[in-house]
């Protein structure tokens, strides 16, 4: 299985802060990656897929960069609604692989 | 709207069954592929199994810690989802997912998650 590593594992940082989250996949994976945004008590939710495709309905200051096996999600204003934790997920090959998650708290 | 609803967890004994459902609606079910998730409480998430739509035989796949135990299925008349779960362990303990795997590979829309608790 492909292993995915995120970093940092938790974040804290002030509203209106630029916030990244790094996520490093152990082979390449080209632009097969999603990031999702949980919050408690709720299921994942869709941010970005294919490295850097917004989903609809996405804030615009969410993006994705990368490919191969180094990929970044940046937060450019941080806004209360903000704070959750943040998984990768390959989905270069079939059996889906996330990383661990990246926490992000308020400062 | 796309809605994906589960139901069916709730604690059970170890070595016992129990059939998850997900209800969905919104969105022309029968062409898209389900994938189903889990996520222990308090720890990352874990691809479980999925089926693909009956384009592609409908055929199913699972994660080498289920396999064998677990079978998912689809009522393509009912737009339902289900996973039947045997053989139920300690670890099998965490909220389930259902999620619609889009035009583009990726799970879109995931539904509540269901909860299920495996203990004596």
């Known amino acids: 299985d492909i292993q995915m590593t995120q970093s940092p594992s938790t974040l804290s940082a002030s509203v209106g802060d630029r916030v990244t989250i790094t996520c490093r996949a152990s082979q390449s994976i080209s632009s097969w990656l999603a990031w999702y945004q949980q919050k408690p008590g709720n299921a994942p939710k869709l941010l970005i897929y294919k490295a850097s495709t917004l989903q609809s309905g996405v804030p615009s200051r969410f993006s994705g960069s990368g490919s191969g096996t180094e990929f970044t999600l940046t937060i450019s204003s941080l806004q209360p609604d903000d704070f959750a934790t943040y998984y990768c997920q390959q989905y270069h090959t079939f059996f889906r692989t996330f990383g661990q998650g990246t926490k992000v708290e308020i400062k | 709207e796309v809605q994906l609803v589960e139901s069916g967890g709730g604690l059970v004994q170890p070595g016992r069954s129990l059939r998850l459902s997900c209800a969905a609606s919104?969105?022309?079910?029968?062409?898209?592929?389900m994938r189903w998730f889990r996520q222990a409480p308090g720890k990352g998430l874990e691809w479980v199994a999925f089926?693909?739509?009956?384009?592609?035989?409908?055929?199913?796949e699972y994660a080498a810690s289920v396999k064998g135990r677990f079978t998912v299925s689809r009522d393509d008349s009912k737009t339902i989802a289900y996973l039947q779960m045997n053989s139920l362990k300690n670890e099998d303990t965490a909220f389930y997912y259902c999620?619609?795997?889009?035009?583009?590979?990726?799970?879109?829309?995931w539904g509540q998650g269901t909860l299920v608790t495996v203990s004596s």
């Open positions: 919104g969105f022309a079910f029968s062409d898209y592929a």
């Open positions: 089926i693909r739509n009956k384009a592609y035989g409908g055929t199913t």
């Open positions: 999620t619609r795997e889009g035009n583009d590979y990726v799970s879109d829309y």
